[in-house]
């Protein structure tokens, strides 16, 4: 009898030591979370065993004050939820497991509230998304989807820039940045990685600009897109002139990716500029090589085209409207100005030769077919211009 007792314990000792065992990452956490050291020792004992790597990851590089401030429940629910997306997506099992740690997993991208969005962002883009069979088809249903499912626009009104999930669809408008947020968790609910890029200062313009990134077994690579994308699909839009004069290694002028996992870089928030805490690659590089053929060549000025209405209150409103860069009678370039909802930083970008004389032309076709002119001279100093076009209400 003594044989089999001994034989028993035996056999649950290794049990055990599993369970008491703490990885020194999560440790690390757990002694950074004081009075809230429970929680987070909790999420890692109850962690389903299938689920433990991955927990370990988050717990491992979570910020300090998500440490003394969330809840088990909240971070075992979040990893259960991802791991049942990705179990039950088509191209789950495509996604590499550093990358589904990294950019899937977790419950935030910045430093937005920690909001519980997974639960309610996998029953309606999952629903999107349909039947598609690839992460590529799944992302241009949701891409253009969101912003009516949601019913959050671009709008400088916003209360802050980095508002979470729940804030910014209870306002219905965010910034680049709560945009950013928005399309992150929508995409990451359904397993597709997705991360925040951007910079804190253009080179040539004023303002900062973020916008997401989003790796697809299809590429194997990470390619730009944004929460209203560019008609052309991914690592297209009206940035990519802009991104191409960044500065590799400057916090203000370079181009940074979001990770989860400690990095030498941190991501620069803008409104929130001394914090480091969230950690980022320098991808600088990329955005140099991508946009190399959209910057003005030398002898060249790049006109920024915007058109806008004088509203009854007496304020501006931008307007989506078709425009003319004409030389006397030839039309040499043409496009649309973007709407109210776009970026403040989103211009119809137009190379010209510099020393010329142009007219910008707007048609209106809700003014009896008026037309509006205004004439430009670009000089040898005038690497860019504004060009404002005042339009009837």
Known sequence: MRFI??????????????????????????????????????AWEKCPAEQRSGMEFLLTHMPARDATALKADYLLENTNLAYQARAKMHWGKDIPEEIFFNDVLPYATLDE???????????????????????SAALDKINAAIEKELGVQYNTKRRAPNQGPAESMKLTMASCTGLSILLADALRSVCIPCRIAGTAM??????????????????????????????????????????ARAVPGSVAHG????????????????WNFEDTSVPAE?????????????????????????????????????????????????????????SATADMNQFLTIPVP???????????AHAAGSIQKIDIAPTEKDAFLRVNLEIPR
């Open 5 to 42: 007792t001994t034989i028993f314990w035996l056999c649950l000792a290794p049990f055990f030591a599993f369970s008491a065992e703490i990885p020194a990452g999560v440790a690390k956490t757990i002694d950074l979370a004081g009075k809230n050291a429970a929680e987070i020792r909790q």
């Open 113 to 135: 509230s920690r909001d519980d969005w997974r639960a309610d962002f996998f029953r309606r883009f999952s629903a999107i998304a349909g039947e598609a069979k690839t992460a």
């Open 354 to 364: 510099q020393g010329v004389r142009y007219q910008v032309v707007l048609a209106d």
């Open 255 to 270: 181009v940074y990716a979001t990770s989860w996992k400690k990095t030498s870089h941190h991501f620069p928030m803008v």
């Open 202 to 243: 253009w080179t040539t313009k004023e303002g900062n600009h973020n916008w997401n990134e989003v790796w697809l077994p299809e590429h194997k690579s990470w390619k730009f897109t944004e929460y209203n994308p560019d008609p052309k699909g991914l690592d297209h839009g009206w940035l990519v002139a802009d991104a």
């Open 282 to 338: 320098d991808v600088t590089q990329r955005y140099i090589a991508l946009g190399a053929a959209s910057i003005p060549k030398p002898g060249q000025c790049e006109l920024r085209i915007d058109a806008v209405a004088t509203l009854a209150d007496g304020s501006k409103q931008r307007r989506a409207i078709a425009v003319e860069v004409r030389q006397f009678d030839v039309v040499i370039a043409k496009g649309a100005t973007p």
